[in-house]
C-alpha cells in the first residue's frame, strides 16, 4: 500500500496563477484533509471531508477550495494565488478504527512545497 | 475550545539523556491525544495515542506519555535520547464527535552528541 499520495512535490507559482494540489489514498478511508504548515504555527486546518461527496471548511479556508472527486482522492485548488499561500501543504486521511479505537488516527502524506513569488 | 499548549519550541538534549516534551490540553470533553514525529522535509508519522483504554501510552521508537487529567497534561518522555530521535514533535487532540484535530505549534528537539 502507498498510504496517501499528494502531487507535485514542489512548485513555484507567480502571485495569480492557479493550480491544484492532488491527494489520494488507498487506505480506504472515509474522512480526508487538508493542513499547511507554517513555521511556527503548526499544522493549520484548510479544508477537511468526512465522507465522500462533503467538504467543510477548516481553520484557514480563504484562498483556497476542495473537491472530494471520489472516495480515494481530494484535491486543494488555489485559483489566484498569493505570497501569503507559500507554505507546505499537508493532505491526511483518517478512519474509525473500530470499536476498541474511535481515535480517528491521521495518516499524512509526503507534502507538497509551494512557494508564491 | 478545545486547543493544545506545548512548551518550548526547541529543546535540546545530550545523547543518552531524558527526553521530556511537554504538552497540556483544554477540552471540555474527554479528548483523544496523539504525539506525532515529522523528521525533516517529511510527513508526519504517528509516535503514540490515548484513547482513555490507558493513562501511560506507549509508543514507537521508546517514547511514551501519561495522560494525566488533574493536570491537563500529556507529556512525551523517553528514558535516553538517541541521535535518530532530532525531529519536530507535535502534539494533537481530537475531542468527541468530532473528526478535527487541533495541532500544536510544535517542539524541535535536538540532540547533542
Known amino acids: 500500500n502507498a498510504g496517501v499520495t499528494q502531487t507535485p512535490k514542489f512548485q513555484v507559482l507567480k502571485t495569480g496563477q492557479s493550480m491544484t494540489l492532488q491527494c489520494a489514498q488507498d487506505m480506504n478511508h472515509n474522512s480526508m484533509y487538508w493542513y499547511r504548515q507554517d513555521p511556527g504555527m503548526g499544522l493549520r486546518l484548510i479544508y477537511y471531508s468526512a465522507s465522500e461527496g462533503t467538504t467543510d471548511k477548516g481553520e484557514v479556508p480563504n484562498g483556497y477550495n476542495v473537491s472530494r472527486l471520489n472516495k480515494r482522492e481530494f484535491s486543494l485548488r488555489l485559483e489566484s494565488a498569493a505570497p501569503s499561500q507559500t507554505s507546505v501543504y499537508f493532505c491526511a486521511s483518517s478512519e474509525r478504527g473500530g470499536d476498541s479505537d474511535p481515535s480517528y488516527e491521521q495518516y499524512f502524506g509526503p507534502g507538497t512545497r509551494l512557494t508564491v513569488t | 475550545a478545545q486547543s493544545v499548549t506545548q512548551l518550548g519550541s526547541h529543546v535540546s538534549v545530550s545523547e543518552g539523556a531524558l527526553v521530556l516534551l511537554r504538552c497540556n490540553y483544554s477540552?471540555?470533553?474527554?479528548?483523544?491525544l496523539f504525539w506525532y514525529v515529522q523528521y525533516p522535509n517529511q510527513g508526519l508519522q504517528l509516535l503514540l495515542k490515548?484513547?482513555?483504554?490507558?493513562?501511560l501510552v506507549k509508543g514507537i521508537n521508546g517514547f511514551e506519555a501519561e495522560f494525566k487529567k488533574s493536570e491537563t497534561s500529556f507529556h512525551l518522555t523517553k528514558p535516553s535520547a538517541h541521535m535518530s530521535d532530532a525531529a519536530e514533535y507535535f502534539c494533537?487532540?481530537?475531542?468527541?464527535?468530532?473528526?478535527?484535530?487541533?495541532f500544536g505549534t510544535g517542539t524541535k528537539l535536538q540532540v547533542i552528541p
Open positions: 477540552s471540555s470533553v474527554p479528548p483523544y
Open positions: 490515548y484513547t482513555s483504554a490507558a493513562t
Open positions: 494533537a487532540l481530537r475531542y468527541g464527535g468530532y473528526q478535527k484535530v487541533t
